[in-house]
């Protein structure tokens, strides 16, 4: 069976987690936090979350992990069929993560430990999220899900991790741009309703609750 590390309140953590639950793989949960401690290092080789460990092997990476469940589990496809169709939903993922995620992570220590605001951060980081919404505006299609007809790997990481990124426009902001971009508040709500995210993201509620800062 498949053991997941990692805890209920990271994004990536909750992404990998979905996507378990939608190929209805059988996995066992493992709560442990990144670091760099020499144990964590040992396993997981940026002291990241989440990994996988399958049989004593470790996996880590979420994109990387989303490749390897494809190719055991391809009775649930999540990744389209069609190499163009499948590389755009890559497209997808990689602009969320790299585009709109990473630069809003900059704001994680005021947001989650609320600790001081990083003033250059606090400079960049809005129009470099402006920017990666504006690239993700102009390629996803939301018909009604981000690359098209079906549900993919890119649906479950555009509900983590800009719900992830809208928090901390918010915190540090004052800027709710999933409100402002009307159609993209329905799209979240809707998949907000699946099932496997439903369950999973009340996990990660009710848990970032007693995290967060008061």
Known sequence: ???LHGV???????TVKVALLEKNIPFEEVAIFPSQKPEVLA????????WIELDGKVLTETNVIFDY?????????????????RAKVKELIRIIELYIDLPARRHL???????????????????AVKNGLRAL???CQ???????????????SAYFQLRFANLHMKTIYGWDFVYQWG?????????????????????????LENFLPK
């Open 1 to 3: 069976m498949f053991r």
């Open 8 to 14: 209920p309140i990271s994004n990536y953590y909750n």
């Open 43 to 50: 396993v997981s080789h940026m002291g990241k979350i989440p």
């Open 69 to 85: 469940l494809e190719d055991v589990s391809p009775g649930l496809p999540l990744y389209p069929a069609a190499p163009w169709e």
């Open 109 to 127: 220590a005021k947001v989650y430990f609320g600790d001081d605001i990083d003033q250059t951060a606090h400079s960049e980081v809005l129009p």
């Open 137 to 139: 505006e102009k390629i």
């Open 142 to 156: 939301l018909s009604p899900y981000l690359a098209g007809n079906h549900f993919t790997y890119a649906d479950i």
């Open 183 to 207: 159609e993209m508040e329905q799209y979240l709500e809707i998949l907000g309703n699946r099932p496997t995210i439903s369950s999973t993201d009340a996990i990660m509620q009710r848990d």
